[in-house]
């Protein structure tokens, strides 16, 4: 099933990239390259028991019109956990320098919403604690989340492999 709807993706993306003028070579090189990011996303799990997983994914890629930054990038998924809960991400990245950054992002629970600014985190709570702030980058950090499974693994420290 996996297989399928990545063919698929794949197979959209090819069938849009074919039609004249509708993407120039440079855009069509940067949209293939985020889609590999999503396939690894796709595949990735996460959370304190590893059976979190992303669902659902869906991206857009779209050009800035600034030539430092030419396309910028954006991902919303479903995070389907144990409990059976769907949750929500949004990451958004910016292509510079000839690679995708993640640059932010956000994971939004029915008890909590995670935003994260580059490496920065911040947790509210619907319990109405003081937000908890910190960096994905420090000893001892034990998240767990989506956004820093993108952030370390699937990328080099936000930056595309």
């Not at 995070?79 to 939004?108: H, N």
Request: charged share 25%; aromatic share 10%.
């Amino acid at each position: 099933m996996k297989t399928r709807r990545l063919f698929a993706l794949s197979g959209a993306l090819l069938l849009g990239s074919l039609t004249v003028g509708a993407i120039d070579k440079a855009e069509a090189a940067a949209r293939e390259r985020f889609i590999r990011i999503i396939e690894k996303l796709e595949k990735a799990r996460f959370c304190q028991s590893g059976r979190c997983r992303y669902t659902d994914v869906r991206f857009e890629v779209r050009p800035t019109g600034v030539p430092a930054q030419p396309f910028k990038g954006l991902i919303r998924a479903g995070i389907l956990r144990p409990s059976q809960a769907l949750d929500q991400a949004r990451y958004q990245f910016v292509f510079s320098g000839g690679r995708w950054r993640l640059v932010s992002g956000s994971e939004t629970t029915d008890v909590n919403e995670a935003t994260y600014s580059g490496e920065h985190y911040e947790f509210s709570s619907a319990y109405g604690r003081a937000p908890i702030q910190g960096s994905l980058t420090s000893p001892g950090n034990d998240l767990e989340t989506g956004y820093k499974l993108l952030y370390l693994k699937i990328l080099n420290r936000g930056e595309e492999r």
